[in-house]
């Protein structure tokens, strides 16, 4: 019966194991056939949508799989582990939800969503459940490891500084990452018939050369001209992005966008703990019979941790930046890593248990 219970349990992780790692293989192929589009061409909204997907059911299966071991009492790693673990996942894959909405549903480029609330929460579940783990571990890391914790978490808060101010000169950086810094080239141009919008009040100029001109045909060519394009040209910026948003979203929009300063704060300080965390992690589950799982664990945290420096790099470095850059496959390795670390911690302890309750039957 032992015998038995061990097989289907090894079949069933080694079933999720191979199924996590062929959904980060098809993410990693979408991300790397997909993000760069053709010159002088946006992103399509399906390539949005895809990669909406793909980090959606990422996180899901990651929640599910870690409320799996939360309500397992064999877990010898603590059932509040895992349960912190599980809603970090599930505040994640809310929050991206409601980003994708904002974003694709309601055509939104914002500084803050409502998803940024359920982020919050997740780093907060995160950082929870990864440090009851190092609590309960009773670290007895040597000098050396240490020393590789410091160096670390000393790089990890240089680089989160330097990716975190934003660019000095004004101008435009590209990155063979972010391709949709010529996608949305005209975006950029769209902003100038705003400056001539606003002096369309010079358009009473051209009745001053009709009073004085000597030829009034030149004149009469001259009023038509700068007053029909100012016209159009203010349209579609005043009007035509933000006609489609219902008031609710753009008032919701306007009042959360003062708060973006504090999050970054938070998402930068956040960062930086998980980096940490997950270093300490690492060095200290190296070895044993559980280091498989929580070196999962880790290798997430520091996915996760890759995946937000790229994209604070490039909302604060690169003009007008549209989400989906190569880097943020990244957040679905973070996915699904923490769905293998938990299938594996659930497996371990699972053998662990039955071969401990057949010893005590024998004996």
């Known amino acids: 019966m032992n015998k038995s219970s061990g097989s289907k349990s090894a079949l069933s992780v080694q079933t999720i194991v ?25 992103r399509p909204y399906w390539y949005s949508v ?39 996942m599930l505040c994640y894959f809310i929050g991206n939800l409601l980003f994708s909405y904002w974003e694709l549903g309601l055509g939104i480029e914002p500084d803050v969503s409502p998803g940024d609330f359920f982020f919050v929460f997740a780093y907060i579940f995160l950082l929870i459940g990864m440090l009851l783990v190092v609590i309960s571990r009773r670290l007895n890391l040597e000098i050396w490891q240490w020393g590789i914790v410091g160096v670390i978490a000393a790089l990890g808060i ?28 005209p975006a950029k141009p769209a902003q100038k018939p705003r400056s001539t919008a606003q002096t369309a009040p010079a358009a009473a100029k051209p009745k001053s050369p009709t009073a004085t001109s000597p030829a009034p045909a030149t004149s009469d060519k ?16 005043t009007t035509g992005e933000n006609s489609k948003v219902p008031a609710w979203a753009q008032t919701l ?48 945290a520091f996915s996760f941790y890759i995946a937000d420096i790229w994209f604070k790099y490039a909302t604060n470095r690169l003009s007008n ?16 890593l923490f769905g293998i670390g938990a299938a594996l911690e659930y497996d371990v302890s699972s053998r662990s248990r039955s071969r401990t309750g057949g010893r005590r039957r024998t004996s």
Do not use: H
């Open 18 to 42: 191979l199924a996590q790692i062929g959904w980060a293989v098809l993410a990693l192929l979408f991300f790397l056939l997909f993000s760069v589009p053709a010159p002088g061409q946006p």
């Open 50 to 88: 895809g990669t909406s997907i793909l980090e959606t059911i990422a996180f899901v299966t990651a929640a599910i799989l870690c409320f799996r071991n939360w309500q397992s009492p064999q877990i010898v790693s603590g059932r509040n582990v895992w349960l912190c673990i599980g809603l970090g």
């Open 158 to 185: 240089i680089l989160a500084y330097l990716v975190s101010a934003p660019a000095t000169d004004g101008t435009a950086q590209s990155s063979f990452l972010s391709p949709a810094i010529a996608q949305t080239a």
């Open 222 to 237: 001259a009023l038509p001209a700068p007053v029909i394009p100012t016209e159009k040209a203010s349209t579609p910026v």
């Open 253 to 300: 929009d306007n009042i959360l966008s003062p708060l973006k300063p504090f999050l970054d704060w938070f998402y930068v300080i956040s960062d930086i703990l998980l980096l940490i965390i997950a270093t300490t992690l690492l060095l200290a589950f190296w070895g044993g019979r559980f280091a498989q799982s929580w070196r999962m664990i880790a290798a997430a």
């Open 321 to 336: 930046y549209q989400s989906g850059g190569l880097l943020e496959v990244f957040w679905i390795f973070s996915g699904v």
